[in-house]
Each structure stands twice: as C-alpha cells, then as structure tokens.
C-alpha cells in the first residue's frame, strides 16, 4: 500500500520537474541589481540619479585592430551600440546611428559599437555600407558582452546603452532605435553632471 | 495519496462502534459543517485524499499533452510563428489559453501546486503518526497466548517472577523493547520499519523540493561553436537560451569555451560503414575570464562540468569557408557557415551564405556541402560523412536579401522572394575553386571547411539534493521493506503440582514468508534454556517438557496456501 502510494508520489515529481521550469526565454529587464528605474516606452529603460549602474571596465580591440579601453571616453556622453552585421534591426537602425554620431560629435558625444559574433570583413563591410565612422570592438570570446551581461539582455542585440560622463549607464534601449528616441535619452544625459 | 488517513466513513463507523466511548461526530466529515472553517476543513481533506491527488496526477499528465503536439515558445519559438502563419485564425486563441506555453501557463501551475499541496497534506500529518509509532510501547499481553500465530509453553522450577525476568534478559539482551506488567512482559522489535517508513516520506519531500529549486535556479541553453572559435557563458552569446523563474541573466557562470579541434570517427567497413563511431572535440575552457584556460577532450556522454555547469556534446556538422569579393572588388565576407546536416549516411549539409553588404547588389547563395562528394550517374551526392572529397554546390542569387527593415531572419534560410537567381552553371566547387558572378557582381570562394558542435548546457542545482533524497527514499523504503515489527509476550504462572508454566507467544506483522518462525523457535527455547539454567537443582538433559513450538493451527492453513 505504502509502495503505490510511493509510486505515484515519484511520478508526480517526475512531471513536477517539467512545471517548475520556467520554459520561457526571459527577454526583458534584467532584474536582480536592485535597480530601480522608469520602464519608457516599448524596449527602452530610463536609469534614475543614484540608481544608474556604473559601465564596466572594459578594454577591446576594435575591427581595425587598435586597442580601445571605455575609460577613454571618460568626460563624453557615450553611445554603446551592440550590433551585428547578421542582425536585420541592427541594419535598419545603422543609418540613424551614424547620423546621429556625426550631428553630435560636436556637442561631446561619442559613440561606440560591440560587434557580436561577427567576422572582421563582414563588419567592415557593413560599416562601409552604412557609412560609419565611429570605432567598434571586436568581441570574438564575448568577453565584452559578459561584462555588460546584467544591462544587455538575452536576445538583445542590437541595445543601445547611453553612458554619462561619469561613467554611469543612463539609459538602455532594446531593438531598433528611432531617431527622435535615441536623440532624446542623449540630451537627457547631456543634462547629467556625471 | 492519504491512505493512511482514515476515510470518513471508517471514521464514523468507528465513533459509533459501541464500547468505544466516542460519541459519533454529527454528520462525520463528509458533509461540513456550517461555517467558513467547516467548510475549509472539508475542502483540505478531500484535496489530501488519494482519490483526489490520483486525479491531479492523472490531470496533469492530460495537461502536459498539448504541450508536446503544438509547438513551444519556450522550445521552438520559429515553429510557433509558423504555426500563426498555417492556422491564423486558431492560433490566437490557443495562445490566450497558453496552448503554446502549456508549462509556464497558469493553469498548469494550479495543476501541480494543488498536487503538491496534496502531497504535502499527505505527507506531513503521516511522518508525525510515524514518528509517533516509532516511539510506541509494546502493546499488553494478550491474556492467552496460545492463541497467537505462534506459541511455546514450558514448565520451570523457578518463581514466575523469576521467569519473567529470566525471558525478559533474553528478549532485551536481543535488542527487543520491553514492557512488563503483572505476570506479563511484552517485546517488541523491528522499530526500524518505522523509522524507514518516516525516511522515505520525508525524502519523498526533500525529493519535491529539489526538483522545483532545480526548476527554480536551473536554466538550458544551446550554442554552436565552430572550431577555431570561443565563447562564453553569457545569454547575448547563446543560440538559445530557457532560464528558470529564479534565474536573471547576470546569474549565469562566466565560464568561456574554445573549440580548437573535432573529430569525428566513422565504422568503414561492413555493414555499420559510415556510422560514428567516436566523437572527440577538443577544447579549452576557463571557469571565470582572466583564469588560465585548461584543456578537456569533450565526448558524448562525458561532459565538462564547470562551475556546477554541465556541458554536453550534442552534435556536430561541417561549415564552409567562404570569401565573396563583390563588384568594388572588396572583400565583404570572409568566413565559417554552419551547414546543417540533412542526411546521416554522406552528411550532406544544408546552409545559406548571407552577403548583404555586397555592392552593387546584395548576394545570396543556398546549397549543400557534400563531405565525400561523389558523381553518381550525374546526380551529385556524398558517400561517405567524413570530409574525403570535401565540395560545395551552391545556387547564386542577387538582388535584396531583405535584411535592411522588416522582422529578424534565421541564419539558415534564404528569403528568395527579393533576389534573383544568376545563370551560374551548376558546378560542385573544391576547396580553393571559386564561382565568378555574371554582371561583374563579384566572386565566391570555397576555402575551405571546419567543423562546429553544437553543445547542450544545463545548470541543475536540485540535481544532487534530488539524487540524495531519492537514495534516501529508496533506502526508507528498503528498510520498511524488509524490517519486520515482531512481537513476543512472555507470562508465567503457578501450574499443576508446583511448577510455573511459561507461554510464550509470538507475533509478526506483516510476515509473508516464514522468517519469524525460525526467529520465535530459537527465542522460546532460549527462554526456555535460561530458566532452566537458572534453576536451583534439575536432572539435566532432554528437552523442556510440555515445550512446544508452531503454528496455531488455523494460520497452518494460511501459510501453505500462499
């Protein structure tokens, strides 16, 4: 008696395992950092004053092969765009980015791209093509991308990080980027002391 | 689940048993009484009832059904869109019922959370009554114990009290409890069963436990990774990835994985020609970025296990290399394509080459590479899945691969409605041999190939607390089997012509095959012995008169029948 009772416990756990797994892929705000923050509109996240996380150190190599560290860009407000050459959003927003970063070099705004498994001639060429002028690392280990793996969500490229001059990430945007929308979060942390 | 909780019926029959004192309860359980607690009380015994926890079980095995016909987002998100496009009118509404995430849908969590209730419902009262019995004392005596299953009467020079205690040393000096009253002792042994009995459905919990931490806390994720290439453990680098309710991705362990070589060994004779035989990937990993990397030799079936990670090797197939220059006379792509394989026998692969930054057009390219490609009467095919003769045949296109605006496409298919198919001539290239593009558009070039895996990996932290609470289980359960609660009761008296008659009577619950008997034999006799050892002056030799040792004649009947 005690053994059917057992059996049927062992299989309803069996089952149980497939229930308690989330099943889903988690595509969204990563959350655990105890950020607090202003959800804007569709895949954009707006970081408040104090609770803004601090950018990590990182240092890269870029397509052309220079070395590159993100403290450089210390005093600038920085643009982070993680891309691909592969990734349909990442084309259809590069135009804007690469107007954006050539309107706003004068005001001190610098922008950077993450290229995400990607070759260096399909990247070059895709810089060709869409005509940008600003650098972008090469990241073929992910290196850069575990660094930032808790602002760039899973399935997230391409996301857009806007970084303030203190080094703090001010704003993140999933997907494709509008014009008036990327160049709004920038003026905002244009605003931003640090 | 809760057999051992008495049905109501039972219960009530019980109270009314005359004798017994209890008065019967009006109405029992079955009806609840007035009043939100009544009803409460009613409502949690029939969701711990077996019936009730069999139903769930049985609901929950219906509920899982849908989830393996229709397609899961959690699982194969691409087949999900397909499925709208097939069934637009259907496919909404099976989404508002979670048909295409049956797992994580609400209904299937009231499914299993009330069967876990009920388990637990079940469970916990049954381990306090267990507990309880472990500590029980042996029962009375019974007043006549030739009437028990076994049976033994002997006669001794001794005082009863002396005999008692006489038996009670031999019993005790075996390991059984004791109780003693007047004229009696009872004995009982074999507690264990309970005990294992308790183990078990406390483990059967903790076993419950683990597997929703696992569930929790755990994630899967797939990558492929060609050889030559590294990656790390981070959800932006994984071609899929299925986190737990409790996992975010910085939660991930930053471990990196570097393919530096694949095997792969083939049978080449014989019947099995062309079947794996040995599948070696060689590779490197670092548990964290900055710690030196170390080497493992990946295999099916022996995976890496890093950072409490584990990584499976769960298949492999060829990507091409290719360099396109295009009309500028710029190289604009230079790289591995992973071809997936469409047959095991030659390994012929499939794949798509995406050359969207080509000018003056876009250029597209779809085929197969042919591992040991081989002309067979004027149809191309691979003979052999080890790259003997590797070659490629592609079909060239140009014009607009629809990549610059509109929703995300696969890596491994070719949107063809916007592009053109150039007049190339049909020719399987070898490595180093290239394709020259009609209207100056441009050139491709084979190679070469290299080899990816792809790797499964599974992070699992209930794993081990499962593994110990079901070997726990299985050992309560062992114990509970084989441990029998076995009782003896002793009493003495002054018989006929001044001696003290002993009876001793025997009892196993749960006894099937005739283990006591042997157990109850020996005991009496000992009994038996030491009361004749201990007495003042007895002839010696011959057995104890009167002595007798069996069964009571009706469960003679009994046993031989079974």
Redesign the interface.
């Known amino acids: 008696?005690?053994?059917?009772?057992?059996a049927?416990?062992?299989?309803?756990?069996t089952?149980?395992?497939?229930?308690?797994?989330?099943?889903?892929?988690?595509q969204g705000t990563?959350?655990?950092?105890g950020q607090s923050f202003v959800s804007g509109d569709r895949g954009t996240t707006v970081f408040g004053g104090s609770n803004r996380p601090l950018a990590p150190a990182v240092t890269g190599t870029t397509l052309e092969g220079t070395r590159l560290s993100l403290s450089r860009f210390r005093g600038h407000v920085l643009v982070m765009n993680?891309w691909g050459?592969?990734?349909?959003?990442c084309?259809?927003e590069a135009p804007t980015l690469a107007s954006l970063a050539r309107t706003l070099r004068p005001a001190g705004v610098a922008f950077l791209g993450v290229d995400?498994?990607d070759?260096?001639?399909?990247a070059q060429?895709?810089q060709?093509?869409f005509n940008v002028t600003y650098p972008s690392l090469n990241d073929?280990?992910?290196?850069i991308?575990?660094a930032f793996?808790?602002t760039?969500?899973?399935?997230?490229?391409p996301t857009t990080l806007v970084i303030s001059r203190g080094g703090r990430i001010s704003a993140r945007a999933i997907g494709q980027v509008s014009y008036r929308g990327l160049r709004e979060l920038i003026s905002k942390t244009l605003a931003q002391p640090s | 689940?809760t057999?051992v909780r008495i049905p109501s019926s039972q219960r009530a029959q019980r109270g009314a048993r005359p004798g017994t004192g209890v008065p019967q309860r009006p109405g029992g359980t079955r009806a609840p009484s007035a009043g939100p607690l009544g009803w409460l009380r009613w409502a949690w015994h029939h969701l711990t009832s077996?019936r009730t926890?069999?139903v769930?079980?049985f609901l929950?095995?219906v509920a899982?059904v849908p989830?393996s016909m229709l397609p899961?987002?959690?699982?194969d998100?691409q087949a999900v869109q397909q499925y709208y496009a097939a069934h637009p009118a259907l496919a909404p509404l099976l989404a508002r019922l979670s048909l295409f995430?049956?797992?994580?849908s609400p209904w299937?969590?009231a499914?299993?959370l009330l069967?876990?209730a009920s388990?637990a419902g079940?469970?916990i009262p049954r381990t306090f009554r267990l507990a309880g019995s472990a500590r029980q004392q042996p029962p009375r005596a019974p007043a006549n114990l030739a009437r028990l299953p076994f049976a033994a009467r002997h006669e001794t020079q001794l005082a009863p009290g002396e005999a008692l205690a006489a038996a009670a040393a031999v019993l005790s000096g075996r390991r059984f409890r004791l109780r003693t009253g007047d004229g009696w002792v009872a004995a009982e042994k074999g507690y264990l069963r309970e005990a294992g009995?308790l183990l078990?459905h406390l483990a059967?919990l903790a076993?419950?436990a683990a597997?929703?931490l696992?569930?929790?806390f755990?994630y899967k994720a797939n990558r492929l990774l060609v050889a030559g290439?590294?990656?790390?453990n981070?959800?932006?680098?994984?071609d899929?990835?299925?986190?737990?309710?409790a996992?975010?991705?910085?939660?991930?362990q930053?471990f990196?994985i570097?393919l530096d070589k694949f095997q792969a060994s083939y049978i080449t004779s014989g019947a099995l020609r062309g079947q794996p035989s040995r599948f070696d990937a060689l590779i490197r990993y670092a548990p964290q970025?900055g710690v030196a990397m170390r080497r493992y030799n990946l295999r099916v079936n022996h995976p890496l296990t890093v950072d409490g990670v584990r990584v499976f090797l769960i298949g492999h197939g060829y990507a091409p290399v290719f360099?396109v220059t295009?009309g500028t006379g710029?190289?604009?792509?230079?790289?591995p394509v992973p071809f997936i394989a469409a047959e095991q026998s030659g390994f012929t692969s499939e794949g798509v080459v995406?050359?969207?930054?080509?000018?003056p057009r876009q250029l597209g390219f779809a085929g197969v590479f042919l591992p040991t490609a081989v002309d067979a009467g004027g149809k191309l095919g691979s003979a052999f899945p080890a790259p003997l003769n590797p070659a490629v045949s592609l079909v060239s296109y140009a014009g607009n691969l629809?990549?610059?605006?509109?929703?995300?496409?696969s890596?491994y298919q070719l949107d063809t409605s916007g592009l053109r198919q150039l007049p190339v001539a049909p020719r399987p290239l070898a490595p180093g041999q290239s394709i020259k593009l009609p209207d100056g558009y441009g050139t491709l070039t084979f190679t070469g190939y290299r080899q990816w895996i792809s790797l499964a990996i599974t992070y699992d932290p209930g794993t081990l607390p499962a593994l110990i609470a079901g070997m726990t289980?299985l050992a309560g359960?062992l114990l509970?089997?084989f441990v029998r609660r076995r009782r003896m009761f002793v009493r003495a008296y002054p018989g006929p012509g001044g001696h003290t008659v002993v009876d001793v009577g025997g009892l196993a619950r749960s006894d099937a095959a005739g283990a006591f008997e042997t157990e109850f034999t020996t005991l009496a006799g000992e009994i038996s012995s030491a009361d004749r050892g201990s007495e003042p002056a007895v002839p010696a030799g011959g057995p104890a008169p009167g002595s007798r040792a069996g069964h009571a004649p009706a469960l003679d009947d009994q046993t031989e029948g079974e």
Not at chain 1, 152 to 157: K, Q, R
Not at chain 2, 72 to 75: A, C, V
Not at chain 2, 330 to 335: D, E, H, L, S
Not at chain 2, 354 to 359: E, S
Request: with cysteine; proline share 8%.
């Open positions: 008696m005690c053994a059917h009772r057992g049927a416990a062992v299989a309803a756990a089952l149980t395992l497939a229930a308690c797994s989330g099943g889903a892929t988690a990563p959350a655990g950092n993680f050459s592969w990734c349909t959003p084309r259809a995400i498994r070759t260096a001639a399909s060429a895709f060709r093509s073929p280990g992910d290196a991308a575990l793996r808790s760039v969500p899973p399935a997230g490229i | 689940m057999g077996m926890a069999l769930l079980l929950l095995a899982s989830g899961q987002e959690g699982i998100p995430n049956v797992f994580a299937f969590a499914i299993y069967l876990f388990l079940c469970v009995n078990f059967l076993l419950l597997i929703c696992g569930g929790m755990g290439d590294s990656f790390a981070t959800a932006t680098a994984l899929a990835f299925h986190p737990g309710r996992v975010s991705p910085a939660d991930l930053p990196m570097a970025p360099r295009d710029r190289v604009v792509f230079n790289g995406k050359v969207p930054d080509a000018r629809g990549m610059d605006s509109g929703p995300a496409q890596v289980a359960l509970s089997f």
